[in-house]
């Protein structure tokens, strides 16, 4: 029997759970912390562990991803999802609006809806009784794929419709698109290419391929985010207009697009469309166009559809920035993983403001299916307004003496064998030693979120390699003054502060260390994770492959990459030696267990024995977050000699208030504790 008080306890954080998801996702206004929304569902995380009869399918908790799926359940739309007919010009567009009015037999201005036609993935998704019970991808718009698991785990989706005093639907089917900001989207192919891992084309591409995971928990760490724009079955609330639907779905929880428009008369729709066009680049995720639609919904079934598009909508495409120009080269860049990456070299050309001449073709895979050979005309583009990409050729420019590029059977680097692996996109370098695959390493294993050598750049570290001073990591620690003032451009001051730099980063942690050694498929996400589950170097190395898979959001792929790195015996050998030179870190400390874990710090007034960036740097060390300004979220403030106006404030609000000499007793507890 659960105590009572412990399911009111669940019942209420769920409630606040949802409630500030809502402020974060939605009203894009938090109210409290990241940390303190953290800790309350780390707390709702430990009670559903111990009871489990309590965990519902609209938890919170429900977001951090499910078990791995075999294969997606099909799943069929009760109403089809249509697609929408496009529009390129003014004129296509009011050919269509006189389309509209030649059916409906009038001459009156008709009220239109202008939307941004977001570009990512169609969704829809089903809620009963306000609860979330189904998502499904749009598929051929009669059947979808079910990815309830993936759908719940995005935070801007709700589990459970907000419903206040407004009327529960017995059923209410919405649509949307899943899509990736712009910035999340750079972030993540940073990342990906930090773990050798090869970046999506475009936000497009990253959020249908984050969307379409068996495994949930993959989802769970990309930065997705939605629109809805529409309903399917809906049963018990009635709508008339589509403005009606985008302006209620939020009082649900459910986000509508900002920048939709109310126009009457296709005039204004088409005033609203360059209006867009103009702001296009300044919106942090990508569109290409606009969706114009009959506003009336009594008027959209009268029109009803043909060949699968509505009658009353047009999809008016914005005209992509596309440029021509002429492939003159291919070559391929080794990576720190050793994996070839063919690159097109072309004439210059300006994309929407920057100059492209280089663009990624990612493999040989995507060479073959664009049937891109040296010396074609073909169309580029950037994806996302950012990376340049190879859009198609134009075969009736091909040059006679246009040739397939072969992919080198050496490494143009080491001259080591390129072998393609069953079942791998990527060519790779087998040559253990390859100059270019050190270089990319040491690079990596010096940069700052890894040992944060500073000072170790690339132009160095190419001389360390290529005089044969570093043929490892462990190689780094070994360096003389001597042979650094040999470099050129080297002088003995900067060879001194490389020196000390170098052996500073001897202290690390056990994160920062894991992330260092480049082990593939391991960012710095997964080397905080491994860390946190092992605690210890030695316990890690010896880990088999089943015991890796039970860590949270590790796959077979990834476990199976540790382990070849720990069984490989050069690997050993480094860290043994790296370890030997004096590469260490204090035991690790999960972050959530540290004292002061949760709690938010505000210095005001002078601290007798420190100055207020120690104190900071102290409480910390501890787990603590600091803040600059009175608020409602700081748990405590310590005030010291001339606190002026924030200590009034934080009186006035009611606040935990200690002197300097409390705050000193506090820390020593601790500090001391941490000793013993
Ligand atoms: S309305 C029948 N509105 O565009 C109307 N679609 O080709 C169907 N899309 O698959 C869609 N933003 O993925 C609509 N504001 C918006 C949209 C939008 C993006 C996508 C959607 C759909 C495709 C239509």
Redesign the pocket.
């Known amino acids: 029997m659960i105590p009572e008080s412990i399911q009111k306890e669940v019942t209420q954080l769920r409630e606040a759970l949802h409630y500030h998801n809502y402020r974060y996702y939605v009203l894009d206004d938090p109210e409290i912390p990241d940390a303190e929304y953290d800790r309350m569902m780390r707390h709702l995380l430990e009670l559903e562990a111990q009871y489990p009869e309590l965990v519902t399918p609209d938890s919170p908790s429900q977001r951090v991803g499910a078990p791995p799926l075999e294969s997606f359940e099909t799943v069929r739309h009760d109403l089809p999802?249509?697609?929408?007919a496009?529009g390129f010009d003014d004129g296509e567009i009011r050919e269509f609006d006189q389309r509209v009015k030649r059916m409906l037999k009038t001459d009156d201005l008709i009220e239109y809806v202008g939307?941004?036609?977001?570009?990512?993935?169609?969704i829809e998704i089903r809620y009963e009784k306000g609860i979330l019970t189904q998502g499904a991808t749009?598929g051929d718009g009669f059947m979808g794929e079910d990815i309830t698991a993936n759908i719940k785990t995005i935070g801007a989706i709700p589990l459970k419709l907000r419903l206040g005093n407004l009327p529960i639907p017995n059923r209410l089917d919405v649509?949307?698109?899943v899509f990736m900001p712009i910035e999340g989207f750079k972030k993540l192919n940073e990342e990906r290419e930090k773990e050798g891992q090869p970046p999506f084309a475009n936000p497009r591409n990253a959020a249908a391929g984050s969307l379409r995971q068996l495994n949930s928990h993959v989802t769970a760490s990309r930065p997705l985010d939605v629109?809805f724009?529409?309903v399917g079955v809906v049963d018990g609330m009635t709508f008339e207009t589509h403005w009606e639907i985008l302006t209620t779905l939020p009082n649900y929880g459910l986000k509508t697009?900002p920048h939709?428009r109310l126009c009457q008369g296709i005039e204004n729709a088409i005033f609203y469309f360059h209006e867009l066009e103009k702001l296009r680049e300044t919106f942090p995720y990508e569109?290409?166009g606009?969706?114009i639609?009959v506003n009336n919904l009594a008027l959209q079934r009268r029109l009803g559809?043909v060949s699968r598009?509505?009658r009353w909508?047009i999809?008016y495409k914005f005209p992509a920035s596309q440029e021509l120009t002429q492939i003159k080269d291919i070559i391929v860049q080794v990576g720190r993983t050793g994996v070839l990456t063919p690159v097109a070299v072309m004439k210059p050309v300006e994309v929407e403001g920057a100059t492209v001449s280089r663009a990624t073709l990612h493999n040989q895979d995507e060479i073959e299916r664009k049937d891109i050979r040296i010396g074609d005309w073909v169309i580029v583009q950037r994806a996302g307004g950012v990376i340049p990409e190879v859009v198609r050729v134009v075969l009736s420019k091909r040059p006679p003496d246009a040739h397939p590029f072969v992919f080198p059977s050496t490494c143009p680097v080491c001259g080591s064998p390129v072998v393609r692996l069953p079942g791998e996109a990527s060519h790779r370098c087998m040559g253990i030693s390859c100059p270019a695959q050190l270089k990319a390493k040491i690079f990596h294993f010096a940069s700052k979120r890894a040992m944060d050598i500073d000072g170790l750049g690339q132009k160095l570290v190419d001389q360390l390699v290529d005089q044969g001073l570093v043929k490892d990591f462990a190689d780094l620690y070994h360096l003389s003054l001597k042979e650094l003032v040999n470099l050129e451009r080297m002088a003995e001051k900067s060879a001194q502060n490389l020196l000390e730099e170098i052996e500073r980063s001897k202290q690390t942690t056990l994160p920062h260390f894991l992330y260092a050694l480049g082990i593939p498929l391991v960012g710095e996400h997964l080397a905080q994770i491994l860390a946190e589950h092992f605690g210890d170097l030695g316990v890690l190395m010896e880990a088999p492959e089943e015991t890796l898979m039970e860590v949270s959001e590790i796959g077979p792929q990834v476990a199976r990459s540790i382990r070849s790195f720990f069984d490989t015996p050069d690997n050993q050998g480094v860290i043994r030696r790296l370890r030997e030179a004096g590469v260490r870190w204090s035991p690790f400390v999960k972050k959530k267990e540290l004292p002061l874990a949760g709690e938010i710090f505000l210095f005001t007034g002078a601290l007798p024995d420190m100055t207020r960036d120690e104190a900071k740097a102290l409480v910390e060390n501890l787990g603590a977050q600091t803040a600059n300004q009175v608020s409602r979220k700081v748990t405590c403030v310590v005030a010291g000699e001339k606190a002026g106006s924030k200590l009034e404030k934080a009186k006035a609000m009611g606040m935990r208030i200690l002197t300097p000499e409390q705050f000193t007793t506090i820390i020593r507890k601790y500090t001391s504790e941490k000793k013993g």
């Open positions: 999802m249509l697609s929408l496009n939307e941004p036609k977001m570009d990512g993935l169609a749009r649509r949307g698109e629109y724009y529409g697009n939709a569109m290409d606009v969706v639609k559809e598009s509505p909508a999809a």
